[in-house]
């Protein structure tokens, strides 16, 4: 499909036809990544009994953008990237989706990290890969190394709702849960977080 849009006061238009997602398919959360790329969750019902629903993530851009965090706009070819689709099959019931800044191991600069709720109570992150250069494509990665804090939580709830705010020398994660309540995170950071 075309990329139809236009420029309505000082706003770029684009209509952009995400392939790879199934027609009887429910789009559950869509995010836009600060780097260029697009991320939905999506549900797939199964129309044969006994089959389990299928639950997925496609990460359209994954090997065209710069997985590097930029502050600023990013000219982006829509028509490249959604041809340049990851899906990763999920074992759970994806949320919200939302993303942090973080550095990894394998990382010189803050890398944009994939954040999904889930209905598990869990939060899972997804970022690039080692081979960050070559490939471009994005794996699961520990909560604990990107957000400690998430993983000391004990409540039997799930998470439906979350933010994810960096200062210079703080980290405030708010995430609003299931059950009504609202839990607001700081976190100190000491230079570059490992």
């Not at 199934?22 to 780097?35: E, T």
């Not at 994954?62 to 600023?72: E, V, W």
């Not at 705010?165 to 995170?185: C, I, P």
Request: charged share 20%; proline share 7%.
């Amino acid at each position: 499909g075309k990329v139809r849009g236009g420029k309505q006061r000082g706003v770029a238009l684009a209509q952009v036809p995400l392939t790879n997602i199934p027609d009887d398919a429910d789009i559950i959360s869509i995010h836009a990544l600060p780097n260029g790329p697009i991320c939905v969750a999506y549900h797939q019902p199964s129309l044969v009994a006994g089959r389990p629903s299928k639950y997925a993530l496609n990460i359209y851009g994954s090997k065209t953008c710069s997985p590097y965090y930029l502050d600023h706009s990013v000219e982006l070819d829509w028509d490249i990237l959604v041809e340049d689709c990851q899906c990763v099959e999920l074992s759970f019931i994806p949320f919200q989706l939302s993303h942090t800044k973080s550095f990894l191991p394998h990382s010189r600069r803050p890398v944009v990290i994939i954040l999904l709720a889930a209905d598990d109570g869990q939060v899972y992150a997804f970022g690039p890969n080692k081979n960050i250069e070559r490939n471009g494509r994005v794996e699961a990665i520990s909560i604990e190394r990107v957000l400690p804090e998430l993983t000391k939580l004990s409540l039997p709830t799930i998470i439906m709702s979350f933010d994810v705010f960096h200062t210079s020398t703080k980290r405030y994660v708010a995430a609003g849960y299931q059950n009504g309540e609202v839990l607001l995170m700081v976190t100190g950071v000491l230079g570059e977080p490992r």
